[in-house]
């Protein structure tokens, strides 16, 4: 069964950076395209950043606007998305999100894509 374990969140001030992490778990880390998403109190899952299998291809949604960075380390089973200039707007609890796919390098965008999710990370930026 695959698990997903998202850290790294927590309180940071506008204009910090911050780094978040998701380790997979439970199957072969390189058979999935990985996606994080955000949610905010009120307002519906949103797609931050996704990536391949490979690592090869990125997509990035509106809400990262050039600040974020999504990156994968196969040998490690972990996935990253570095968020630089927060700001609080950017308060949400981030979700790391797998889907198993024989296509590379695909990324997938849309919560109905993704089989497996994390729990989460809260991110709050405040002063």
């Known amino acids: 069964q695959v698990q997903l374990v998202e850290s790294g969140g927590g309180l940071v001030q506008p204009g910090d950076s911050l780094r978040v992490s998701c380790e997979f778990s439970?199957?072969?880390?390189?058979?999935?395209?990985m996606g994080w998403f955000r949610q905010a109190p009120g307002k519906e899952r949103e797609c931050a950043a996704s990536?391949?299998?490979?690592?090869?291809?990125?997509y990035y949604g509106g809400v990262a606007k050039g600040r974020f960075t999504i990156s994968r380390d196969n040998a490690k089973n972990t996935v990253y998305l570095q968020m630089d200039g927060l700001q609080p707007e950017d308060t949400a609890v981030y979700y790391c999100?797998?889907?198993?796919?024989?296509?590379?390098?695909?990324?997938?965008?849309?919560?109905?894509?993704?089989?497996?999710w994390g729990q989460g990370t809260q991110v709050t930026v405040s002063s």
């Open positions: 999100a797998a889907r198993q796919t024989l296509v590379d390098p695909t990324t997938f965008i849309s919560i109905n894509e993704y089989n497996y």
């Open positions: 439970g199957g072969t880390f390189d058979n999935y395209a």
């Open positions: 990536i391949s299998r490979s690592g090869k291809n990125t």
